[in-house]
């Protein structure tokens, strides 16, 4: 492609289809899904050098056999170790971060002569670090990484109901109460289903989740608006009867079992979400969430809860969650099930929906960040005051930028 063999001019890699936006439609794709995977632990099993083609799931389940683990995970099943670094994903927790025990990085970019590939090697005190996690894929196709290893971690979760205000009124509190924690705003309500997970010495070694439980608010809430035949992006008189007497009929969960399928709590759930993912500054919660009740009292609300969370701030150059002077952000997750929004008409109006949502948030002068993997509307001058452009340009190579990342990076002449 780059010396004019193929028509096409850029080129994309697959992470794992865990994003909801834009990120990979390209001219060409690349799937790595069938490349060797390859993955080689040291002597005394303290470090792993892993192919970037590894699927979450099975990187996880692979280091406990072994005893082994990183620090925190998040995503989905199916997201690529690659799709995961490269978008920056976070964990629930104001503490751990995926990346804190990474050593390195290897991608392939193009040379400075324009014609060659090359590889780059990129360590942890490389000035190219913070460019290389939350990549969005634009500086080229990452290879390998390698990670420290820490013992096998083990944890008990808990969900169950709770006011919102219990778990947002003290986040320090609560974060010191719970390692992990995020909790699902019911729509139009004060009411909020809280998962929360805490370190335990040991456990099942797969966990204890019965098998006829819903590990997900999600399934449980489809699996009754399926048979009332609601339908639609917004909350509808239906969805409001369900979700006004779900607290009585979702009873509380406690289960325990190893990080791999303790967090995410949600990766068994077979549905479709569209979602957006936006941070803000913790000090903005209370004004942020009535901002929400007042656009949702006019243009209606989500037909899923608003998933909430805190996530450890970091210094990459296109993170979200690079907030100087934070040491933690908040995350809103506005989620719509799209199993029940399946026309063009709906899937429009989720797009509308949370346009009008974002215009209202700046509008009232509210700062924040959007995950680039998930539904935004960025431009370049959002991304140049938001974001640490600057310092990544010199890393983008025009190969591997696609409309969707041209218009939020490149200035138009």
Known sequence: MQQGVFPQKVVRVLGGLHSCSEICVSDAIIDTSDLPRT???????????????WHLHDFLATL?????????????????????????TAPATPQYALYDLVNWFEYLTIAEDQQSVAEKH???????????????????????????LIDELYFETVQKFVKVKEVLSDLAQTSQKYDFWRVDWIPDSDEGLLWA?????????????????????LVFIFNILDKLASAGPKLDLAMRVVYEGLEFAYREIKV????????????????HVAMAEWSFNPKDLNRLMECCKEYYKDNGWPNLPIEIELTKTDNYFMSAW??????????????????????????EEIIAHLQGLWNHLVNKGIPFKAHW?????????????????????PFIHSLFVNPYLAERLMEKM
């Open 373 to 393: 993997g998930k539904i935004n509307f960025m431009d370049y001058d959002f991304v140049r005051s938001h974001y640490e452009l600057g310092r990544f340009k």
């Open 39 to 53: 993955i080689e632990f040291d002597a005394a099993y303290t470090a792993v050098t892993v192919s970037a083609n």
């Open 122 to 148: 990129i360590s942890r005190t490389d000035p190219e670090f913070p460019a290389v996690i939350g990549s969005l894929g634009a500086i080229g196709i990452l290879t390998k990484v390698q990670f420290r």
């Open 197 to 217: 997970a805490n370190k335990i010495p040991t456990a099942n070694p797969d966990g204890d989740y019965p098998i006829d439980q819903s590990e997900n608010i």
């Open 322 to 347: 690079n907030w100087p002077g934070l040491d933690y952000i908040i995350k809103f997750n506005f989620m719509y099930l799209t199993d029940i929004s399946g026309t063009k008409p709906e899937k």
């Open 256 to 271: 325990s079992g190893p990080l791999r399928n303790m967090l995410p709590v949600d990766r068994r759930a077979p549905l």
């Open 64 to 88: 406990s056999a072994h005893g082994k683990s990183i620090s925190a995970t998040g995503g989905t099943d199916e997201q690529t170790l690659a799709g995961l670094i490269a978008t920056n």
